[in-house]
């Protein structure tokens, strides 16, 4: 019986954040974000403990770790250096091939409802048969997700799993919860670690809330 999110996630409160005077913040983006949801180094060790679950619930055989560029990157590449560690730790053997997609939907904080998918149909019919780990930023509405999960489909993938670092708690959701997930968060637009809002705030590194001066100032 799957279990319920609630019981296997960690939930970053609604009304809690970390005071922005305590944490180092970029000049640049001093009155861009109102908030700190999760530091870098809360990040990095949650990083490190789905890294270790990651490798111990699959075989020795090989699996793409495919990244969902642009903002999946931070994590996809923490994650894999501490797969790496992790695997080391177990004196485990699990071959890695490194993949990228490009997939893109959202302006300013909207989706736009176009999910735009830059695999080619050669590169879609090599993943026949292959072990896919799917590694995203956010899942927020799961529209996205979801239009990249059908895609894959037809394709005969021998397996199919999705990790992302964030959850968003929102009532726009379709139901889509992925395999691993790193945290919930409230419903806010978050940027930092990678995340972005209209290609802004990839450079920070503690995952914020943006306020409504830095909305105003990138929006597009
Ligand atoms: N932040 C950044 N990118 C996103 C978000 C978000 O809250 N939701 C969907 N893509
Ligand atoms: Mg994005």
Redesign the pocket.
Known sequence: MPMNPSQWIDVVEDKFNYNLDHFVIPDHYQDDVKSILIPHGLIMDRIAKLAQIITSEYDNERITVCCVLK?GHQFFSDLINYMKKALNKQGKTLPMTLDFVRVKS?EN?Q?TGDVRISWTEKELKELKGKNLLLVE??I?TGN?MKKLLATLEKYELKSLKVASLLL?KTPLSCGYVPDYVGFAVPD????GYC???NDIFRDLDHICAISDVGKEKYSV
């Open positions: 903002g959202y904080d989706s930023d956010i927020d996205t968003k806010l637009f978050v940027v995340l972005d809002y």
